[in-house]
């Protein structure tokens, strides 16, 4: 054998040329098409956002959806979450998603309401619009992203910044003494008995990104069945105003994120065999 | 068909008018003197049309469920007093901005701060002038009698789907709390109607969106001049006042809602006097009719404006008649509701060399 050896770009441009290798069986994952706009997204390269966008546009097209659908975006990094989700869509003022969410399914009880709000937005200003609409047990899913600062803004300290971590108000770390403790209202949430579903997950890593996806399936799914709230914690990051490059600040939300905030289910509907988290 | 009366409180009378109108949803929370049509729609509404009715946990939250449901294309309603409204003004400028329809009402009180449970009509510039932040308008009805604050529930809802503009009721705790006989309408269906604008679930190959915002300030100011352009289209249309004995009128005495009946009592005095007193009552006050004003004063010699607060309508009153003819006011605060005997001793005072203070 004196074959050479290839190296990997070099064997994959063998293979496209010996065979032409895209074909729709070769293809292993393609991005939603009906349900995302193409339009380039505005995050931040490396942010959490655009991956959880593109697995509700998964979940929605898969579950067959999107004509039974109305989101709530928030006022935050994604209050232009409709440019890139192709479903019905209503913008809330700050901290309001989950009234209006209220608002649209208690007229259209038989769609599927769902808010997305970030840390300021539903645990700083939206504080008590987040705990009586998982109090009512209302209808919706409520998607929370956790990075732990105000990213729109520009870093300031949110209800969920760890203690000690820095921000653009709190310069020198969170001071608890003065600033508070870093809120974990998804646990607050989950005492109430409106909530049916309650979990945390991640999209940091492949693995975290398909439980994810499976929750928001649940969370839509268990919809059907009049329960309660659903409510998805997503820890993500903020490369930006964390000022980490994107790997690094996945490497600072393992480390410093999840042991405070931990991965996994918090409450399960009982005799659910649907859920699939930690 | 048989015509149906019944004696009720103005907010019973317009809670039953809200459920006739085949309303859709009502979402609201306690505060005097209005909780009774949180109350009565409560024990009636559900049972009889299916109408949801939700005790939310703030003003902030009714006005927001109030934007939600109202996208959708429902007919959608909250109501509030003053501090409440106070409290709603940032997602009334939204659901101006969304161009959304509704019904806000507002049975307002004395203020400023917690002020009183009374009666009043401070409430008139943050209802008229807009009350929130940015350049909007509510179509704003100011009913004088429980006939009014009943028959006014579909007309709001008809002109905040005609124009897709929230419209409000204002009045005030003493005609939301008084009985009078009220001539029920009947019942209409709740509409299933579908709107090319509501987010009801994506029909075709778009979505649609209910927003109030756009980051490009050139997109953001050809908004505002849609805006601008319906509100001057509302004002051509929909102007609605009531001239009591104006034509023949030495002096005007102008007046809103409840205080224009007691200053029709007031002329009727002033009448039996010998001065000849009429009494021109706006009934929309955005858009407020400033020409029909300016008409019915053109032989008058004075005006007075009355007003259950420190003089804000006056402000319109002048607009509309300008600086030669003199506009003379009297007001009461904090919930006192003027007598029709201080009403004409003003009147006198100001224009016929009455008694001074
Ligand atoms: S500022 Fe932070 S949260 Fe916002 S898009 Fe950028 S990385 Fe994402």
Request: charged content about 20%.
């Amino acid at each position: 054998m004196n074959e050479k050896k290839m190296t990997g770009d070099e064997h994959y441009e063998t293979m496209i040329a010996e065979e032409n290798i895209c074909i729709n069986e070769n293809i292993v994952y393609d991005k939603p098409h009906d349900a995302l706009y193409s339009t380039p997204m505005h995050y931040c390269p490396g942010c959490g956002h655009g991956v959880v966008h593109r697995l509700i546009a998964e979940v929605v097209e898969e579950l067959g959806i999107i004509h039974d659908v109305i989101g709530v975006a928030p006022v935050g990094c994604s209050v232009l979450a409709y440019n890139y989700l192709n479903i019905d869509m209503s913008e809330a003022a700050h901290g309001r998603a989950s009234a209006v969410a209220t608002g649209i399914k208690r007229v259209l009880p038989d769609k599927y309401v769902f808010s997305y709000q970030g840390d300021g937005d539903l645990a700083a200003i939206g504080t008590g619009e987040t705990i009586h609409t998982c109090n009512r047990g209302e209808n919706i899913l409520v998607i929370f992203i956790n990075n732990g600062i105000y990213g729109m803004t520009g870093g300031q300290m949110a209800p969920t910044t760890l203690a000690n971590m820095k921000s653009s108000t709190s310069p020198f770390g969170r001071d608890v003494q003065t600033m508070g403790y870093p809120l974990k209202i998804t646990e607050l949430v989950a005492q109430l008995p409106g909530t049916y579903y309650v979990t945390r997950q991640s999209v940091h890593k492949a693995v975290n990104v398909r439980k994810t996806k499976k929750a928001i399936m649940n969370g839509f799914l268990y919809q059907k069945e009049n329960k309660g709230t659903c409510f998805i914690e997503v820890v993500s990051n903020c490369p930006s105003n964390w000022k980490m490059s994107p790997v690094e600040s996945n490497k600072w939300l393992d480390e410093n994120m999840l042991p405070f905030y931990p991965l996994g289910d918090i409450k399960i509907p009982s005799n659910s065999s649907k859920n699939n988290g930690e | 068909m048989k015509k149906e009366f019944k004696l009720m409180k103005g907010n019973e009378a317009l809670a039953e008018a809200a459920i006739r109108a085949g309303c859709d949803a009502y979402f609201g929370y306690p505060i005097t003197p209005q909780s009774e049509v949180l109350e009565y729609l409560s024990r009636e509404a559900h049972n009889r049309t299916g109408m949801v009715v939700l005790q939310a946990e703030s003003e902030i939250a009714s006005i927001n469920m109030v934007y939600g449901a109202a996208g959708t294309g429902k007919k959608v309603m909250t109501s509030s007093s003053s501090p409440g409204i106070s409290l709603m003004q940032e997602g009334i400028s939204y659901i101006a901005c969304a161009e959304l329809p509704c019904l806000i009402v507002n049975v307002s009180r004395g203020g400023p701060g917690l002020g009183t449970i009374q009666p009043a009509q401070s409430d008139y510039f943050q209802s008229v002038k807009g009350g929130g932040h940015g350049d909007y308008h509510l179509i704003v009805l100011a009913p004088s009698t429980v006939q009014e604050m009943s028959d006014f529930v579909e007309f709001s809802f008809e002109l905040a789907f005609k124009y897709r503009n929230p419209v409000m009721i204002l009045t005030d705790g003493a005609l939301g709390q008084m009985m009078e006989k009220v001539e029920l309408k009947p019942q209409v269906e709740r509409f299933h109607e579908e709107f090319n604008w509501a987010t009801t679930g994506r029909k075709n190959g778009n979505s649609r969106v209910i927003t109030s915002l756009n980051l490009e300030a050139e997109k953001m100011e050809e908004i505002n001049i849609h805006l601008q352009k319906k509100y001057e289209m509302i004002t051509k249309n929909e102007i609605r006042f009531e001239a009591i004995n104006c034509e023949d009128a030495d002096y005007l005495i102008v007046a809103y809602g409840l205080v224009a009946r007691i200053c029709q009592k007031a002329a009727d005095l002033a009448r039996e006097k010998g001065i000849k007193a009429g009494v021109f009552r706006p009934i929309t006050l955005f858009p407020y009719p400033y020409e029909e004003l300016k008409n019915a004063a053109k032989n008058v010699k004075g005006i007075l404006d009355v007003e259950m607060n420190a003089g804000q309508m006056i402000e319109d009153v002048r607009l509309a008649v300008g600086n030669e003819l003199p506009v003379a006011f009297h007001g009461r605060m904090g919930g006192v509701v003027p007598s029709p005997e201080e009403i004409l001793e003003k009147l006198e005072m100001k224009f016929l060399g009455g008694s001074n203070e």
